[in-house]
């Protein structure tokens, strides 16, 4: 019979020093630590779109120029994949700001990119020294 209370007591303690254990390195006391890692994709070299860069688009062999601020993309005339060379603006960027243009005519400003959805102030201010906006006048006829 005191075996059985010895036993029991035993039991109980190393159960309690397990509860415990697992309680602490669960908890903060541990000292494990969370790492986060961020992974992105690699960025196609300058002059190329990610698709060429990829090897995905067989219709783009011949390599866009590249945009820099001497020579900045104009946004009314800019293709999808020109606009995908600039930072920041992927496919889904890219055809929204085609949706823009073709739903109100243009751009007037270059400020007015910020009128897309997905593109804000930081977006912005990332790209603006690599676009122009060139604003073309119809003619009425009259004269």
């Known amino acids: 019979m005191k075996e059985t209370k010895v036993s029991w007591l035993i039991y109980t303690l190393l159960a309690a020093l397990c509860a415990f254990s697992l309680g602490w390195l669960l908890g903060s006391g541990g000292g494990s630590r969370t790492a986060t890692v961020e992974l992105t ?5 300058t ?5 060429q860069a990829d090897g995905t688009d067989a219709e783009a062999a011949q390599t866009l120029p590249a945009i820099t601020e001497e020579h900045p993309l104009e946004l009314n005339t800019a293709t999808q994949a020109q606009l995908e060379q ?24 270059k400020e007015q990119l ?23 006048y119809e003619s009425s006829g009259r004269g």
């Open 41 to 45: 994709a690699p960025s196609a070299p």
């Open 47 to 51: 002059g190329q779109t990610q698709a």
């Open 86 to 109: 600039l930072p920041g603006i992927g496919p889904t960027l890219a055809e929204a700001i085609l949706s823009y243009r073709e739903q109100f005519g243009g751009f007037t400003t």
């Open 114 to 136: 910020m009128e897309v959805p997905g593109i804000g102030e930081k977006r912005y201010g990332a790209v603006e020294a690599l676009i122009s906006v060139e604003v073309q």
